[in-house]
């Protein structure tokens, strides 16, 4: 097979959005200006907050308003990022950003709206898909019983789905999004076996069909990557487990190797460290062992003496940095995998929705982000992007 024919995707949950106005703004300033430096199509990958979501569903001219400015600005969109349920850009987001989990009535009710204004804005004869949090992260609180409630919920959303699909004609899926240190953050150990439970109890519900069309994955490149995983192995356990692939984040995480002797790269890192998003890190040690830490601190990056952490060969750390980028400095990314990760995606039976994700760049550390716009470094993004398919296609 090939790449999705679709237009390439960027997130936009990289740009502030409590109202639908404030949306239609960063579409208008940011968005319609990536896509005219980008020489390319392109799609816009809207993220709609719960606030947002409820005023588009109450106000018809308010949905019309947002599909207008998509057309205006030669904009298509055809996935959603329902991960943030709340205000993805206040002071401090970290592990609020999986609440509330897939045990809430208000996780799948959001998701169902989500779903209801992704069937107004598809264009003609695609298919929809909509990102969400991976149940719930380890570190919230969560029921004895969360993981059947999760289950039961998604079954009840993809029922749902079927029958937007039989009333509207549009066929939207659900992408669970796996990331480190939550529910499902190991494709092997979290991913494959939970979505066995999952189909276990669809099937004796007599809805298996239904829940294998409309629940599937969310592959981000830069989550997978940051647990050393072999991506093209993930991709193909997910594959052989008649798990679908609904949507893939083309991402970079940022490695440190050999932490304890690299000063510089240290030093690097420590500008990285910053309030508003969860990084977590994880360390491989000399005899393939990895060990994990739930956020990046200055403390750890910079503890005299050394702990064992420091003596890994080498970190990875969910901080999403440019697509285009193979080093920064003194430190490098993940860019092999992402590469590795298209590869396979490529050899699937169908296309997977292809998305670019770094919404960090309001909290990179300064330097091009100082003299360049941002619009200029999302289209640079973008075009590198498409380079890459083209090189693997």
């Known amino acids: 097979m090939s790449f999705s024919s679709l237009p390439l995707s960027y997130c936009t949950n990289v740009h502030p959005g409590k109202t639908v106005n404030e949306v239609i703004n960063g579409l208008s300033v940011h968005t319609a200006e990536v896509r005219k430096q980008l020489d390319a199509p392109m ?24 599909a207008q400015t998509l057309w205006q600005h030669d904009l298509c969109c055809y996935t959603l990022n329902a991960f943030p349920f709340g205000d993805f850009h206040s002071e401090r987001v970290k592990e609020q950003v999986y609440l509330p989990d897939w045990t809430s009535n208000d996780r799948l ?23 969400t949090v991976p149940l719930g992260g380890r570190m919230n609180p969560t029921a004895p019983d969360f993981q059947a409630i999760c289950f039961h919920n998604l079954i009840l959303l993809a029922k749902w789905l079927k029958e937007l699909h039989a009333g509207t004609g549009r066929l939207i899926r659900l992408a669970i999004e796996p990331e480190p240190l939550c529910e499902m953050s190991s494709i092997p ?52 487990s008649d798990i679908r692939i609904n949507k893939v984040h083309i991402t970079n995480a940022i490695e440190l190797q050999n932490p304890s002797e690299n000063a510089a790269g ?24 990895v060990v994990n830490r739930l956020d990046l601190t200055a403390e750890d990056i910079r503890r005299e003496p050394s702990d064992s952490f420091l003596q890994a060969e080498t970190w990875r750390v969910h901080f999403h940095v440019p697509v285009y980028a193979d080093q920064l400095g003194p ?19 169908y296309s997977p929705h292809l998305e670019v994700e770094t919404y960090t760049w309001p909290v990179m550390p300064d330097g091009d982000t100082a003299t360049v716009s941002l619009s200029a470094q999302i289209a640079r993004e973008l075009a590198s992007a498409y380079d890459l398919l083209r090189e693997l296609s």
């Open 266 to 289: 240290r030093e690097a890192l420590v500008s990285y460290v910053e309030p508003r998003y969860l990084h977590q890190t994880f360390a491989r040690m000399s005899d393939g062992s």
């Open 43 to 66: 799609a816009a990958g809207l993220w709609l907050c719960r606030s947002v979501v409820s005023e588009l569903l109450k106000d018809k001219e308010a949905l019309e308003r947002l």
């Open 109 to 131: 009710n959001y998701t169902k709206d989500c779903a209801r204004i992704l069937a107004e804005l598809l264009p003609e004869g695609s298919e929809g898909s909509i990102s």
């Open 189 to 240: 150990k979290d991913a494959v076996p939970l979505f066995r439970s999952l189909f276990e109890m669809a099937e004796a519900l007599g809805e298996l069909p239904c829940v294998q069309e409309h629940i599937g994955l969310c592959f981000d490149v830069c989550h997978q990557a940051v647990v050393f995983e072999d991506v093209m192995t993930s991709i193909n356990q997910i594959v052989s």
């Open 331 to 349: 430190l490098k990314t993940t860019r092999p995998d992402l590469r590795a990760a298209l590869q396979a995606i490529r050899e699937l039976e």
